[in-house]
C-alpha cells in the first residue's frame, strides 16, 4: 500500500489543473502555437480571418498552412457538455449536430461529434457512435482527450480490451484533471473485466486518493464503490475502510 501512495503522489505533481479555455489560438503546421486576439471564418473550406493583436488589422489565413485554429470557449460548449450529463440524449445529439457545422473550422468540432458518439452509445446505437467518432477526427481542435474518451467507451462496449490500453496510454499525457480520473477509473474497469481484480483495486483507489473535494464526486462515489465491491470479492478485511474513506 505505501508504495501505491508513493506512486500515486507522484502522478498527483504531473497532474495539470482543469483547462478553461478563454483565448483564441491558432497551430501552425510545425506545431508552434499563437494566441490570437480574434478568429472568425472566411468560407466554408475553412479558411480564416484572423486578427493577430487587438487593434490589429485582419488578414486572411489559408486552412491549409494550419493544423488548426481554436475560438474562445463558446458558451455553447458547457450547454452540450450538460445535457449529456443530465442524460439528455437525443438534445445533445441535436445540438452537437449542429455546434459541429457552426464550429469545426474553429476547434470545438471534434469536441461536438464526441458528445454525439457518448450519446448515440449510450441509446446503443453503436454504428452511429463511431461515425460520429469518426466525424470528430475530421475536424481537430483542442480536443482530442474528448475524442478518445468516446473512443474508450465504444472500445470497452465492445471488449477491445487492447485498444483501450493503447488509447489510455495517449489520455495519460493530458493535463486535465478529469480526463486522468476517467482513465484510473476506466483502467480498474479494464482489469476487472480481463480478471486482475486486485490491480483494478489498484486502480480505483488512485481516484480516491489523487482527487478531493465535490468537483470529482461522482467520479470518486464510482471509484469508492468498484473498490469496495472488488475488495469484498477478494474477501479483503479492509474494504471497510475504503468504503468510509471520504
Not at 482543469?18 to 499563437?34: C, D, H, M, P, T
Not at 441509446?123 to 452511429?128: C, N, S
Amino acid at each position: 500500500m505505501k508504495k501505491v501512495l508513493a506512486f500515486v503522489a507522484v502522478l498527483a505533481m504531473s497532474t495539470g489543473a482543469l483547462f478553461a479555455q478563454k483565448s483564441s489560438y491558432i497551430v501552425e503546421r510545425n506545431g508552434n502555437q499563437k494566441k490570437v486576439a480574434s478568429l472568425r471564418l472566411m468560407n466554408d473550406k475553412g479558411d480564416l480571418y484572423v486578427r493577430m493583436q487587438a487593434g490589429g488589422e485582419e488578414e486572411m489565413v489559408p486552412r491549409v498552412s494550419l493544423r488548426y485554429a481554436v475560438v474562445a470557449r463558446p458558451d455553447v460548449i458547457d450547454q452540450l457538455g450538460k445535457l449529456l450529463e443530465e442524460k439528455k440524449y437525443e438534445q445533445a445529439i441535436e445540438v452537437g449536430s449542429k455546434v459541429y457545422q457552426e464550429y469545426k473550422f474553429l476547434g470545438w468540432g471534434d469536441y461536438a461529434a464526441s458528445v454525439k458518439a457518448e450519446a448515440y452509445l449510450a441509446q446503443g446505437k453503436v454504428d452511429a457512435a463511431k461515425a460520429a467518432v469518426a466525424e470528430a477526427r475530421q475536424a481537430p481542435g483542442g480536443n482530442m482527450d474528448s475524442v478518445h474518451h468516446a473512443s474508450i467507451l465504444i472500445q470497452l462496449h465492445e471488449k477491445q480490451y487492447d485498444q483501450v490500453e493503447a488509447t489510455l496510454k495517449q489520455l495519460m499525457a493530458s493535463k486535465e484533471e478529469k480526463t486522468a480520473i476517467f482513465v484510473f477509473n476506466t483502467r480498474g474497469d479494464l482489469r476487472y473485466a480481463q480478471g486482475q481484480k486486485r490491480e483494478a483495486v489498484l486502480e480505483y483507489l488512485k481516484s480516491l486518493l489523487l482527487f478531493e473535494g465535490k468537483k470529482y464526486s461522482k467520479e470518486r462515489d464510482y471509484a469508492r464503490s468498484r473498490a469496495v465491491a472488488v475488495m469484498n470479492e477478494l474477501n479483503d478485511p479492509r474494504a471497510a475502510k475504503i468504503r468510509d474513506m471520504k
